[in-house]
């Protein structure tokens, strides 16, 4: 059996017949410049790659520490391919007797890359009922899975106030995360939606009448919803805003924002797995709802109304808020919290809520149970189901469920589930003048780049001021002409800085051709865009990046107005 999940991703056994769903929907593929690097200067460029009978370059690769793998295959059912016998003859054989030539993405041809999935949009100084804090947003993706797993969403509260704001990481496959783009943000609206409107909506429903609009989506092409699931949705969402309306006589005004959106986070988790539970008459739709239930995703989620922002994060995305200092230098204050092994009040959270026998194979290897990085996450009822209830799904859905591998496979140590929750943990910010924008992206992006050289970067990209600080060589030993070459390329940096008009694509530039020292290098940009999907994840992971700007004269007079 052949695994290929790359860095932090999940490996599907060959005895699947699991196909990548909403594949004809990925963003640009980077595929449409493979021809320009020939395969024998791949050998010579990446000659430590190994080779498989499977046709795949595979994650035995030296580049891949395990540590890595967001979904590590257990032993009992996942082989990892080795290097072909003698493989450096096969990388050498291919050799030209000639000088090799060397073959690099240009310049507009990067520019193509980074920028087929980037969004801006502007907001309106007033919406019609308030002055916004926002002044607008950019958002991006750069996918190194095939397809891409990493989600985006966007959208204005019609019916309420603030905008909502989020990414969401996938994991073994893009189904929960596409689920969870399309409807967790409906789910958090009527969360925050008052009783009489909730009741009008639902006489509209029973009526026959057009509804009122919850959401105005803020979407790129590619961002797309499922059709053939919006019924299943609409359903899950209307039982539970019936039940809202049950538990709520009408007589509290007031909603509680963080209230909001852990339950919203947790009825969607809570729905996605019922859903897998009962199945679909359509054949379509029931392998549909038990992809998105066995797959998994992360979220991390802003809501900010004026001078109040919300970030509700599950898993391991984050949001990072830039904040300028009166000297004018940046500083990054996080707004999230990874839940994974890294943080202890993520451990010790599970360590309690598991028999103390548990205490040694609840968390191994910084993993849940061994196998997965991040200890919150929606689906993954593999996680969460008893073990007779995940059988009984299986054994009753359908015949490419049965014949998967990975969905068949029972994690080890499985005593006392459920091990994972959707659960957000929320951070409250009021914002500051000196607040200047925030900043959501998966792990693909923290994974490259610390978080303080990310708002400082974003900040001297969005006010065109840059405070140049001495170049670290961090070690090396730089000859007096490598020295004149790095500072000319600093200014060069420098005057070509707006060619980007799009903060979250400068931002990608920079996550994924950043040099040792730091700066931009054309080279290794042009290399790291032009790997081949078998490769490409081997490097990184998608990344997906939105920069919210704040408006600090109006954030500046809602405070004036206290």
Known sequence: MCVCPGPRRIGIPVGSSSLPLFSDAMPA???LFFPLIRNCELSRIYGTACYCHHKHLCCSSPYIPQSRLRYTPHPAYATFCRPKENWWQYTQGRRYASTPQKFYLTPPQVNSILKANEYSFKVPEFDGKNVSSILGFDSNQLPANAPIEDRRSAATCLQTRGMLLGVFDGHAGCACSQAVSERLFYYIAVSLLPHETLLEIENAVESGRALLPILQWHKHPNDYFSKEASKLYFNSLRTYWQELIDLNTGESTDIDVKEALINAFKRLDN???LEAQVGDPNSFLNYLVLRVAFSGATACVAHVDGVDLHVANTGDSRAMLGVQEEDGSWSAVTLSNDHNAQNERELERLKLEH????????VKQDRLLGLLMPFRAFGDVKFKWSIDLQKRVIESGPDQLNDNEYTKFIPP???TPPYLTAEPEVTYHRLRPQDKFLVLATDGLWETMHRQDVVRIVGEYLTG?????PIAVGGYKVTLGQMHGLLTERRTKM???????????HLIRHAVGNNEFGTVDHERLSKMLSLPEELARMYRDDITIIVVQFNSHVVGAYQNQE
């Open 29 to 31: 593929p980077t595929q």
């Open 271 to 273: 729905d996605i797995s």
């Open 355 to 362: 028999p103390k026998s548990e205490a040694k194979s609840v």
């Open 413 to 415: 140590n499985y005593h």
């Open 465 to 469: 001021m840059h405070h140049q600080q």
């Open 495 to 505: 005057s070509s800085v707006f060619e980007d008009q799009n903060a979250a694509t």
